[in-house]
């Protein structure tokens, strides 16, 4: 059987407050702007009610839907009409053509799920369930980030049960090379967002003492930061990476 929208406009009088219900079956949603009643009923969708052909193509839909049309229109396309700030999923970008090693690796690791699952593996939480326990993520988006990270090769699965069939997630070599950059984004989060101190240490397993990780020169061991250094294209360059100052 279809379904009929009827919508009201909501009233101005002082004496009522305007709301916005929504009955689909024997459930009700309540908004603010209009009042839409999902109806079963065959002779609701021979006959729209003056009501919906005077007001909901103008109010609801600017004026670009005809009664005939809205007749045939499900919940889900009215309430989100109702969303004032009307808002529209938007895919990311991949960077995937992008010659960069910066934008390859947030191709990998971009999404902020992925960098949270990372602190964790290295924190040694390993099983679904407790990166799902402790990160309040859905299982659905948590099921594909963990994929997108074994199938870039960051991590890898590896089972230990068969019945059921379940598996743990392990570090890679390539996720392992993350550390450092983990490690910067904690160092920075402790320096700039944690007024209370950090919430974490790392503490040396050879001298005992909490360790802040320092970039220093790989041929003469200097401490090195930005204005310590310039860049020049390397032998993978296919074009301007560097921008106007090249001092």
């Not at 059987?1 to 009700?28: F, I, N």
């Given at each position: 059987?279809?379904?009929?929208?009827?919508?009201?406009?909501?009233?101005?009088?002082?004496?009522?407050?305007?709301?916005?219900?929504?009955?689909?079956?024997?459930?009700?949603?309540?908004?603010?702007?209009?009042?839409?009643?999902?109806?079963?009923?065959?002779?609701?969708?021979?006959?729209?009610?003056?009501v919906?052909k005077?007001?909901?193509?103008?109010?609801?839909f600017?004026?670009?839907t005809s009664?005939?049309?809205?007749?045939k229109?499900?919940?889900?396309?009215?309430?989100?009409?109702?969303?004032p700030?009307?808002?529209?999923?938007?895919?990311?970008?991949?960077f995937?053509d992008?010659?960069c090693?910066?934008?390859?690796?947030l191709?990998?690791?971009?999404?902020?799920?992925?960098?949270?699952?990372?602190?964790?593996?290295?924190?040694?939480?390993?099983h679904?369930?407790d990166?799902?326990?402790?990160?309040?993520?859905?299982?659905?988006?948590?099921?594909?980030?963990l994929?997108?990270l074994?199938?870039?090769?960051?991590?890898?699965?590896?089972?230990?049960?068969?019945?059921?069939?379940?598996y743990?997630y392990?570090?890679?070599?390539?996720?392992r090379d993350?550390?450092?950059?983990l490690?910067?984004?904690?160092q920075?989060?402790d320096?700039?967002?944690?007024?209370?101190?950090?919430?974490?240490?790392?503490?040396h397993?050879?001298?005992?003492h909490?360790?802040?990780?320092?970039?220093?020169?790989?041929?003469?061991?200097?401490?090195i930061?930005?204005?310590?250094?310039r860049?020049?294209?390397?032998p993978?360059?296919?074009?301007?990476?560097?921008?106007?100052?090249k001092?």
């Amino acid at each position: 059987m279809g379904r009929a929208a009827t919508v009201t406009t909501p009233t101005t009088s002082a004496k009522t407050r305007s709301v916005t219900t929504v009955v689909v079956g024997k459930r009700v949603f309540e908004g603010r702007k209009a009042t839409f009643t999902i109806e079963r009923s065959s002779d609701a969708m021979k006959a729209p009610t003056a009501v919906t052909k005077k007001t909901a193509p103008r109010r609801m839909f600017g004026g670009t839907t005809s009664p005939s049309s809205l007749m045939k229109l499900t919940i889900e396309d009215c309430v989100p009409s109702c969303n004032p700030l009307n808002l529209v999923p938007v895919e990311r970008k991949s960077f995937a053509d992008m010659h960069c090693s910066v934008a390859q690796c947030l191709e990998v690791m971009g999404e902020w799920w992925s960098m949270l699952i990372l602190r964790d593996v290295f924190l040694g939480v390993t099983h679904f369930d407790d990166f799902q326990e402790r990160l309040g993520i859905s299982r659905n988006i948590l099921n594909q980030r963990l994929n997108h990270l074994v199938e870039t090769g960051v991590l890898k699965k590896v089972p230990y049960s068969e019945h059921p069939p379940r598996y743990e997630y392990r570090l890679t070599d390539k996720g392992r090379d993350l550390w450092p950059v983990l490690t910067a984004l904690r160092q920075w989060g402790d320096k700039h967002a944690a007024p209370d101190g950090p919430p974490l240490q790392v503490i040396h397993k050879g001298c005992g003492h909490v360790a802040y990780a320092a970039m220093v020169c790989s041929a003469c061991g200097e401490p090195i930061e930005a204005r310590d250094v310039r860049a020049e294209p390397g032998p993978g360059a296919v074009e301007d990476l560097i921008g106007a100052s090249k001092s």
